[in-house]
């Protein structure tokens, strides 16, 4: 029986740990300073690695699926391959320390804008940021923090939004709110247009479905069905605003932000919206899935993400 099965949520998971380590690391951080916490960090990588068997078998079915979708032999599965993974996640985690920290200078970050989008970031209208687990969102903060001086809503399914932001705020994190949107109520969606109309802009991930079984989609990823959720094209919809797509890999030792044009706009007829949302998410899934082999060991769900029994509508 899955953990789904069970009652158990990636979300449901993620929740009862997830504050209280970014709490430890954040505090711990700022004590010892990267370099001291570096060993103590992946002594628990290594400790989840050992003890972790669902997030094992999780990252050996995705670089299974991710090669065979992609053809190319080297990134089958092995034991070193999987362990790489774990480690990438520690490094991500102690990156994120340093973003917190405003340890992260925009030196430090490439920016990947062919398109000019930076350029309407201070637009009289926001825009919809459409993200993934991969690599680092978190330097998204480079640019709202540190370029464009731009207020940054990041919408969240956790129950501990207001808390991350005080963590943020003491860390001087001023431009980067976490907003919780478990469910899109109208009281949600009438503070988010109010949020667009001030110029601030909305960032999301693309790649997971929430806690309480919000509506999902299920398309092609990878060469197999897996369920997307509708969240950000919904939200795209209902707020008439644009998409762009934002990802940010780690390369050779240093972030590449990447910015790109997605939709101009998502619109459906009421009989058509289940259709018009599933083109978009398939676009979607076949877009990350390319993102994910210029960083194959850079994707964080360490979840059954293809198994049907953890889709919340199944």
């Known amino acids: 029986m899955s953990e789904q099965a069970k009652g158990v949520h990636w979300a449901g998971q993620r929740e009862r740990g997830s504050f209280l380590l970014m709490k430890?690391?954040?505090?711990?951080?700022?004590?010892?300073?990267?370099?001291?916490?570096?060993?103590?960090?992946?002594?628990?990588?290594?400790y989840f690695f050992l003890f972790g068997g669902q997030a094992r078998r999780s990252i050996r079915d995705y670089?299974?699926?991710?090669?065979?979708?992609?053809?190319?032999?080297?990134?089958?599965?092995?034991?070193?391959?999987?362990?790489?993974?774990?480690?990438?996640?520690?490094?991500?985690?102690l990156d994120k320390l340093d973003i917190w920290r405003g340890d992260l200078r925009l030196e430090q970050v490439s920016l990947l804008d062919p398109h000019g989008l930076r350029n309407q970031l201070r637009g009289a209208?926001?825009?919809?940021?459409?993200?993934?687990?991969?690599?680092?969102?978190?330097?998204?903060?480079?640019?709202?923090?540190?370029?464009?001086?731009?207020?940054?809503?990041?919408?969240?399914?956790?129950?501990?939004?207001?808390?991350?932001?005080r963590l943020l705020g003491e860390a001087g994190a001023s431009h980067l709110r976490l907003i919780q949107v478990s469910e899109l109520d109208p009281a949600i969606?009438?503070?988010?247009?109010?949020?667009?109309?001030?110029?601030?802009?909305?960032?999301?991930?693309?790649?997971?479905?929430?806690?309480?079984?919000?509506?999902?989609?299920?398309?092609?990823?990878?060469?197999?069905?897996?369920?997307?959720p509708q969240g950000p094209w919904l939200l795209a919809g209902l707020l008439r605003c644009q998409v762009n797509l934002l990802s940010c890999l780690k390369?050779?030792?240093?972030?590449?932000?990447?910015?790109?044009?997605?939709?101009?706009?998502?619109?459906?007829?009421?009989?058509?919206?289940?259709?018009?949302?599933?083109?978009?998410?398939?676009?979607?899934?076949?877009?990350?899935g390319q993102r994910c082999l210029e960083a194959p060991y850079q994707w964080f769900n360490f979840y059954p993400f293809w198994n049907a029994h953890d889709d919340p509508s199944a």
């Open 24 to 46: 430890f690391t954040a505090l711990a951080a700022r004590r010892l300073g990267r370099r001291a916490l570096a060993p103590l960090l992946y002594l628990i990588v290594l």
């Open 63 to 93: 670089q299974q699926r991710l090669a065979a979708w992609s053809g190319r032999a080297e990134l089958r599965p092995t034991r070193r391959s999987v362990f790489r993974q774990f480690m990438a996640f520690a490094d991500a985690l």
């Open 125 to 165: 209208r926001g825009q919809l940021l459409v993200g993934a687990h991969l690599g680092n969102l978190e330097v998204c903060r480079a640019l709202a923090e540190l370029g464009e001086k731009v207020r940054m809503n990041v919408l969240v399914h956790t129950k501990h939004a207001e808390q991350f932001n």
């Open 189 to 228: 969606m009438l503070q988010l247009s109010e949020r667009l109309e001030r110029g601030e802009w909305l960032a999301i991930a693309g790649d997971r479905v929430p806690l309480h079984g919000g509506r999902n989609v299920r398309v092609n990823f990878l060469g197999h069905p897996a369920a997307f």
């Open 251 to 288: 390369i050779d030792g240093r972030y590449q932000v990447a910015l790109e044009p997605f939709a101009e706009q998502v619109r459906w007829k009421r009989s058509e919206r289940e259709a018009v949302i599933s083109t978009w998410v398939q676009r979607y899934a076949e877009r990350l």
